[in-house]
């Protein structure tokens, strides 16, 4: 019954692979994020989809595409990975793209070697 | 200025104190605030949004001050199941729901 998940929790992978994040919330909420945490522990807001639709869109490399299928989905795939890319990501979703709060998903822990 | 700040802390505490964090934010149009709860290594939580007036939850109480461009947190009464980052959150004054953290304050409270 968990309201936001995502997988994988934890991904090791090498500089230069290709890896996707899932995330998918079962709470009804129209609007998805991606958040992502550095190592000095700040949050910051990557993407936003409300309805499938891109609505916020920081200024993070090309090399991350989010993609939502639907409005209960949202995934992140890194094209290339850099040892900067280590972080953890957080999905999270809101009733409305209106500054609502946020459910988070538990995180993915990336680390790139 | 930073969008949000908030002093790092650590705050270190013994049970049944009360503490206090503030959190400053440069934006004059910002409507919405919040209180987000992170335990080590997990997801943060909604620990309660915050309103012009102040509003309280149990042990918790949160302020706003719109002049001055600050909210506060009072724990009251601390539990050692408190000991956890506190983040502030506000928002962009958009419609299309921009929050921004701020880099979160640790609390430890100990026996």
């Known amino acids: 019954d968990t309201a936001v998940s995502q997988t994988p929790k934890y991904l090791v992978t090498q500089m230069g692979n290709d890896k996707s994040i899932k995330c998918e919330q079962n709470l009804g909420h129209d609007t998805m994020y991606w958040y992502k945490q550095d190592s000095k522990k700040f949050l910051k807001i990557m993407f936003s989809y409300n309805n499938k639709e891109l609505i916020i869109n920081e200024t993070v490399p090309n090399r991350f595409s989010p993609k939502s299928p639907d409005k209960a989905h949202l995934n992140l795939h890194i094209n290339s990975l850099e040892l900067g890319d280590s972080a953890v990501y957080f999905c999270a979703s809101s009733q409305l793209a209106s500054e609502m709060p946020l459910s988070f998903g538990q995180g993915t822990r990336l680390t790139v070697v | 200025r930073k969008e949000v700040e908030q002093d790092p802390g650590p705050f270190n505490v013994p049970e049944g104190a009360t503490v206090a964090f503030n959190c400053t934010y440069s934006n004059s149009a910002s409507q919405s605030f919040f209180w987000y709860r992170q335990d080590c290594r997990k997801e943060p939580k909604l620990l309660m949004s915050?309103?012009?007036s102040g509003n309280e939850d149990g042990r918790f109480t949160a302020q706003l001050n719109r002049a001055s461009q600050y909210i506060s947190l009072l724990i009251r009464d601390s539990k050692l199941s408190d000991s956890a980052t506190y983040l502030c959150?506000?928002?962009?004054?958009?419609?299309?729901?921009?929050?921004?953290f701020g880099q979160g304050t640790i609390l430890t409270v100990h026996p």
């Open positions: 915050v309103y012009s």
């Open positions: 959150v506000v928002g962009s004054g958009t419609s299309y729901g921009k929050l921004t």
